[in-house]
């Protein structure tokens, strides 16, 4: 999620001071992007199960 924010923050930011009128829609699908990680990213599926610590420090 963090690179999401970044990706977007940063295409955000370049649309802004883009000049030419051929790299507003480069920036502004970069800015897409990374909002779309934003989104993506707690959608993803965290594991409940697996391996776990014993108090003695092996895996169980």
Known sequence: ???GALTA???A????YQRHIKGLPAY?????TGLLLVVIGPL????TTG???TSSGTLA
Do not use: E
């Open 13 to 16: 930011v370049m649309c802004w």
């Open 51 to 53: 391996s776990r610590r």
């Open 1 to 3: 999620m963090v690179l």
């Open 28 to 32: 502004s699908t970069i800015a897409r």
């Open 9 to 11: 923050a940063t295409g």
């Open 44 to 47: 993803t599926p965290r594991p």
